[in-house]
């Protein structure tokens, strides 16, 4: 009965964490929401992994625009070049099949912009992985 009791609290805690999240939205088969909440790349791949999603990747111009509408500020993306500098892989491993740049970057600005993040225009800027973003998890839809 304490198993069955816990195992419940465990769902609903997980539960009421989803909710906490605002609207998302669909592109093809990927869910994506946020919490609008700001928070270093670590914690929102530490949050989008407790709620068994991921940060969220664009792999195709609608999904660069599905995460655009969800996030409607500066987002992390699930992209960095922490392994390799100048090597920008997926967080769930492998390299980049898609990319939506400004002009001029990925520039490693200062050293040290190992983190990417979609800003409101759609576009994408390396930054520090230890500056506050928006949270943006990706789930299958």
Sequence with gaps: MEAEINTLKSKLEL???LHAFSMGKKSGKKFFVTNHERMPFSKVKALCSELRGTVAIPRNAE???AIQEVAKTSAFLGITDEVTEGQF???TGGRLTYSNWKKDEPNDH???EDCVTIVD????NDISCQASHTAVCEFPA
């Design 89 to 91: 892989m997926y967080v």
């Design 15 to 17: 539960t009421n964490k």
């Design 110 to 112: 200062g050293s040290g």
């Design 121 to 124: 225009n759609g576009l994408w």
């Design 63 to 65: 999904e660069n625009k």
